[in-house]
């Protein structure tokens, strides 16, 4: 998979597995993709489709199984301690709850001054820390009159522009978003997502957005890949998507999405039998128990990702018949 523009990340053939009590759950299971500098991956499917497993492997908050991380061209899977402390400044990752994921006893500036106190600069000079935190404050919209509240006295939002300014702190490049507006109100999601469009465009940021609403990613990503039981089903631009999903699964995620438009109805596809367990993973593909168009090969022949045109990626036998 390649193109013109230069590529920031580059996931090779990662595998995550889990040891639970019935053998090996398959959580990331041999995906590959590559996010752009500057650009906005969007990874949507299903919960325990593998999408949060997969952007916690990139950053190594979980360790892969196999598979390789590049990142200006640097196997990130193989670095050791020092070279992981000099990732992760250029790497953050910004979470779904951010109740749960801010420590309650920390006030708003505690917490934005947390990431600083590991770097010289702010170690030796306090001022310098109160400006920089200040500063963060109101790039992320946060008013200064809240430097002393504590996250129970903010609202959803407020908290995660609390862990929008914690991760923009060390100056990243890259920053895996997983499901950052999910436990938000609908009006607050529209705030935040602009906030972090304007962020990407000001500082040049590169993003991996995860979550499992399509209506959502659609209005960040320059790219989407759909995951389904640990793989990426279907990769392509946001308007190819959008305008021509060609997996069944894509288009079963689509088809759930209401049209904003009075009268117009979209047929929504509802999916019969049951997902399959990651454990026990059928021979073949793995949506053919659920999939309106399978055929006898389905069953037998795991389908690969394959670019079926313009750099549109689908696993799916049929993908070229649709
Ligand atoms: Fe459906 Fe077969 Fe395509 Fe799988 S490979 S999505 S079962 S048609």
Do not use: W
């Not at 923009?168 to 009006?187: G, K, M, Y």
């Not at 991996?208 to 392509?236: A, N, T």
């Amino acid at each position: 998979m390649s193109n013109q523009a230069e590529k920031l990340v580059e996931i090779n053939h990662l595998k995550k597995y889990f040891h639970v009590n019935k053998g090996l759950l398959h959580a990331v299971d041999d995906v590959s993709f590559y996010i752009n500098k500057g650009e906005t991956l969007g990874l949507v499917g299903e919960s325990g489709c593998g999408k949060s497993t997969t952007g916690r492997t990139i950053i190594r908050l979980l360790e892969a199984d196999s598979g390789e991380v590049i990142f200006h061209g640097e196997n990130v899977l193989a670095f050791n301690q020092s070279q992981m402390h000099t990732f992760r400044q250029h790497v953050q990752m910004v979470f779904q709850d951010p109740y749960s994921s801010l420590n309650p006893r920390l006030s708003v500036f505690d917490l934005i001054a947390e990431p600083l106190t590991n770097i010289e600069e702010y170690q030796k000079d306090r001022k310098k820390l109160d400006a920089r935190v200040r500063d963060l404050m109101d790039v992320v919209g946060l008013s200064r009159r809240l430097i002393n509240a504590y996250p129970h006295e903010l609202d959803g939002g407020r908290r995660q522009r609390v862990g929008i300014a914690r991760a923009l702190s060390v100056r990243p490049e890259f920053i895996v978003l997983d499901e950052p507006v999910s436990a938000l109100d609908v009006c607050i999601q529209a705030q935040i997502i602009n906030l972090l469009k304007r962020l990407q465009q000001d500082m040049g940021l590169t993003y991996l957005f995860i979550s499992h609403d399509l209506s959502v990613v659609k209005h960040i990503s320059s790219r989407i890949g759909v995951m389904y039981l640990g793989k990426i089903v279907e990769l392509s631009d946001y308007k190819t998507i959008f305008a021509n999903p060609t997996h069944p699964y894509t288009q079963a995620l689509l088809s759930a999405i209401p049209i904003p438009k009075v009268g117009i109805e979209r047929h929504q596809i509802i999916l019969s039998g049951d997902v399959p367990s990651p454990v026990n993973l059928p021979g073949g593909c793995r949506f053919a128990g659920r999939c309106p168009y399978a055929q006898e090969r389905c069953k037998t022949e795991d389908p690969e990702l394959r670019d079926i045109g313009d750099h549109h990626y689908v696993a799916c036998h049929l993908a070229e018949k649709k």
